[in-house]
């Protein structure tokens, strides 16, 4: 089993920066990739970043250039550095593990607010 806790939300004005830290823990060996996505209420949940265990990674076009993933291997834990960030980008933001064969474990969520 793998568990992740997420760190980090909280109320920033428009322009400001966050950095969200996702946690693992347990049989993290399993882990093929780690994603940041975000919900807005009344929205589908969207993918923000991920990177895989080989160092792959990608970004959502409106997120480019602003945010950036990384990882830290001996700390098990992921993070997602978010600059210059706007209005929109209010959610509440969830780590997601991929452990493949179609399992996904999520985690508890962290609100993130901008303000304008």
């Known amino acids: 089993q793998v568990q992740l806790v997420e760190s980090g939300g909280g109320l920033v004005q428009a322009g400001g920066s966050l950095r969200l830290s996702c946690a693992a823990s347990g049989s993290t060996f399993n882990i093929r990739a780690i994603g940041w996505y975000r919900q807005v209420t009344g929205k589908q949940r969207e993918l923000v970043a991920i990177?895989?265990?080989?160092?792959?990674?990608s970004y959502a076009e409106s997120v480019k250039g602003r945010f950036t993933i990384s990882r830290d291997n001996a700390k098990n834990t992921v993070y997602l550095q978010m600059n210059s960030l706007k209005p929109e980008d209010t959610a509440v933001y969830y780590c997601?593990?991929?452990?493949?064969?179609?399992?996904?474990?999520w985690g508890q969520g962290t609100q993130v607010t901008v303000s304008s």
């Open positions: 990177i895989s265990s080989i160092g792959y990674i």
């Open positions: 997601n593990a991929d452990l493949g064969t179609h399992t996904m474990v």
